[in-house]
């Protein structure tokens, strides 16, 4: 069987996890939840998100799974908040991101269906939802990875995981 990766990107609350494990019932590959460790951000080593040991593991195992975030989220939120990040390291996990088969998946949606709640505002804003998803169109421009925007503002989840399996 052939390797697929597809990584879910985009802004919070755009629907990354559930259509993630829409998908994993559809395609029977796990998902992967990359939750940050703040005690192991090392920008230059793992990035944000963790991703070298684990682009590691993939490379060596050849197994397909669905990662809800990855070196994409680290590119788009060291633009949104400044932080500071090893470009380097992003180009680097792309093209061996690529190598396997990638497919990104970039999930935003319109401002008139963003969901708010005073935890979001401590996080990203609704002028930062906006941000990250052009940012995140800078970002397929220069990535070697397959990408797809989906707009999530409908919540066809049914047509948002067949639109996912086309793009594989």
């Known amino acids: 069987m052939k ?6 990107a985009g802004h919070d609350k755009s629907g990354k996890s559930t ?10 590959f796990p998902v992967f939840k990359v939750k940050r460790d703040k005690h192991l951000w ?19 195992s050849d197994c397909s ?6 070196h994409d989220s680290d590119y788009a939120y060291s633009k949104l908040f400044n932080r500071d990040v090893s470009y380097n390291k992003i180009w680097n996990i792309d093209e061996r991101m690529a190598a396997m088969n990638t497919l990104i998946v ?3 949606k319109d401002k008139d269906h963003l ?9 990203i804003n609704e002028k930062q939802y906006e941000q990250y998803t052009s940012i995140m169109k ?10 797809v925007f989906i707009d999530t503002s409908d919540q066809n989840l049914i047509k948002q995981v067949e639109t996912i399996i086309e793009n594989l």
């Open 42 to 60: 090392d920008p230059n080593v793992n990035l944000a998100y963790l991703t070298e040991g684990c682009t590691q593991f993939m490379e060596q």
């Open 106 to 108: 970039v999930c935003y």
């Open 138 to 147: 800078d970002f397929s421009k220069q990535t070697n990875c397959k990408i």
């Open 115 to 123: 969901e708010h709640d005073e935890e979001d505002e401590q996080f």
């Open 3 to 8: 390797q697929h990766i597809i990584i879910m």
């Open 19 to 28: 259509i993630a494990k829409a998908l994993s019932v559809a395609t029977k």
């Open 65 to 70: 799974v669905i990662l809800d975030r990855w």
